[in-house]
């Protein structure tokens, strides 16, 4: 069973970034399995990387929608974004350098952050980006 499963509510609307949700949802229900099922930590790694740079990715995809779209409250958000990549960035170097075992705790806290950003933070952009000439331009041509 998944971690996470996905649901109407966390729908945005804007195409390109309900795909790269459903993407990071998926990374962590993978985090999760393979957490769950003792696999050789390479492998963990190796999603945990790829969370952390999707992550990554994601952010900046948002981060440039919401200024073309003249969203007003950008930079709070942007530091959201900020502050949850430097935890990232500090669990891996705690793993990496053996501190740390990345335990269940983890895959729990990256959901809950996550579910809660998309339902609150990102929820609130929705509608301005949704009524912009961004979205309209961007809707047309897509
Ligand atoms: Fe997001
Ligand atoms: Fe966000």
């Known amino acids: ?3 996470i499963d996905w649901t109407e509510r966390m729908n945005i609307g804007i195409e ?6 459903k993407k990071l949802v998926d990374i962590i229900n993978q985090l999760h399995d393979s957490l769950k099922s003792n696999t050789f930590k390479e492998e963990l790694k190796i999603i945990f990387t790829e969370l ?5 990715y994601h952010f900046s995809t948002e981060e440039k929608i919401m200024e073309e ?3 007003e409250d950008l930079e709070p958000h942007k530091k959201q974004h900020q502050k949850f990549v ?3 960035l500090r669990m891996k170097d705690r793993c990496y350098l ?3 075992e990345i335990s269940v705790e983890l895959s729990s806290f990256l959901s809950s952050w996550m579910i809660g950003h998309i339902l609150r933070s ?3 952009y929705q509608e301005v980006v949704l009524a912009s000439e961004w979205y309209k331009t961007h809707s047309k041509s897509a």
Not at 16 to 21: K, L, M, N, R
Not at 52 to 56: A, E, G, H, L, M
């Open 52 to 56: 952390i740079d999707y992550t990554k």
């Open 122 to 124: 990102d929820k609130e």
């Open 16 to 21: 390109e970034i309900d795909v790269q949700h």
């Open 69 to 71: 779209a003249g969203y």
């Open 86 to 88: 430097n935890k990232l």
């Open 98 to 100: 053996g501190k740390e």
């Open 1 to 3: 069973m998944p971690l």
